[in-house]
């Protein structure tokens, strides 16, 4: 993630997420898990105040309450440090699902008592973990996957999709510069056809 983070700062990108735990990995084996965290909150020790000094706005994307109390605080205290900042927001999506984001937002608007007519595309948007972010223009997915994996289903409807054989891991510069370029040569169609 680190690494990610040096090299998008060399482009004009306002908003990235990286998606760091799912919703579904909590079936992985408990020292997986466990190890999972501990990598969160050692990244958040080691570089939040690289993150706040290059002006990158850190935000969590996902179910917080249910992480470990360690990681809650770590991941509040870099959100309440980077608050201010505006070169680039970086969304970490931890224990985060595209369903369960779709679910959470219902059930605000239903305790907020929303009357049904009131309840529009627009209106749905500001329910969303995301409520405060453009939506994907470029979705880029390693490891030759060519699923969604329950990522930003509702901000990536009309996403342009990069994949790639590179696994996470091993990607790097010259891989994220192929697919801004490949990007860039798109011609981008909102629900035409043609």
């Known amino acids: 993630m680190h690494r990610m983070v040096q090299y998008l700062t060399e482009y004009p990108i306002g908003y990235v997420t990286l998606y760091g735990f799912s919703t ?3 079936n992985r084996p408990q020292t997986e898990v466990s190890g999972l965290f501990e990598l969160l909150v050692t990244f958040i020790s080691r570089y939040l105040e690289e993150i706040h000094a290059k002006g990158i706005r850190l935000r969590h994307i996902g179910r917080l309450h249910q992480l470990p109390e360690e990681l809650q605080e770590a991941i509040n ?3 309440t440090l980077t608050r ?3 070169r680039m927001t970086l969304n970490v999506a931890f224990n985060y699902g595209g369903r369960p984001e ?3 937002a219902v059930q605000r608007m239903v305790a907020e008592r929303l009357k049904p007519e009131d309840i529009t595309e627009e209106a749905f948007r500001k329910y969303l973990y995301t409520a405060d972010t453009p939506d994907v223009d470029l979705l880029i997915r390693t490891g030759d996957e060519t699923r969604l994996s329950n990522f930003l289903l509702w901000q990536t409807a009309y996403s342009e999709y990069h994949f790639t054989r590179v696994l996470w891991p091993d990607f790097r510069k010259r891989d994220l510069h192929r697919a801004l370029l490949s990007y860039s040569r798109r011609q981008r169609r909102f629900g035409g056809l043609g």
């Open 102 to 104: 779709i679910v959470d």
């Open 24 to 26: 579904e990995n909590w």
């Open 84 to 86: 201010g900042n505006g």
């Open 77 to 79: 205290r870099a959100v």
